[in-house]
């Protein structure tokens, strides 16, 4: 509409009806390369002036529009998880039988490559670095699972034995 017209005719670029999405950042997050967008609904409180000193110096006022914020889009990284196999639809991690048969050291290698290029990704733009523990947890137990499979263990001694060879973030 207005936004498609000036970004038609001021920037000569032209949007895909199917692909654009346009979103009110302030009443709802968007979604964005794995990432979800949004601002924070406190602003910054200032000192202001009063006309009337007899009682008070100053007012508190808070201003809208605080700062922009990004974190992971939970959905989206909980479907490429299940896509690959890492966990269920629900997010709860699941063994990999097909790396039961690999070597050990091949088996650390790739989860310890989801693990960096998870944190590659997101570890520079995320605000609160906690919330990738959700992640890296789903990614260990299913290592672990894999493990235990693999040597026919249960988790918990095998945590114990091979879990200082795993990456933590």
């Known amino acids: 509409t207005k936004i498609t017209k000036f970004l038609e005719e001021k920037l000569c670029l032209k949007l895909s009806q199917e692909k654009t999405i346009i979103t009110n950042i302030s009443k ?93 990704f997101y570890i520079g733009h995320v605000r609160n670095r906690a919330s990738l523990h959700r992640w890296i947890y789903i990614i260990r137990y299913s290592y672990l699972k894999t493990f235990a499979q693999k040597y026919k263990f249960l988790e918990e001694f095998f945590q114990l034995e091979f879990d200082k060879y795993l990456l933590f973030l």
């Open 28 to 120: 709802e997050r968007a979604h964005f390369l794995g990432f979800e967008l949004g601002i924070s609904p406190r602003g910054k409180l200032q000192r202001v002036p009063t006309n009337n000193k007899k009682f008070r110096k100053y007012n508190l006022r808070r201003y809208t529009g605080g700062p922009v914020w990004t974190a992971t889009d939970s959905q989206r990284l909980i479907n490429r998880l299940f896509m690959k196999a890492f966990c269920t639809r629900t997010g709860f991690p699941k063994e990999m039988p097909w790396l039961s048969c690999i070597e050990p050291q091949v088996i650390i290698q790739r989860y310890n490559a989801v693990l960096l290029g998870l944190a590659n």
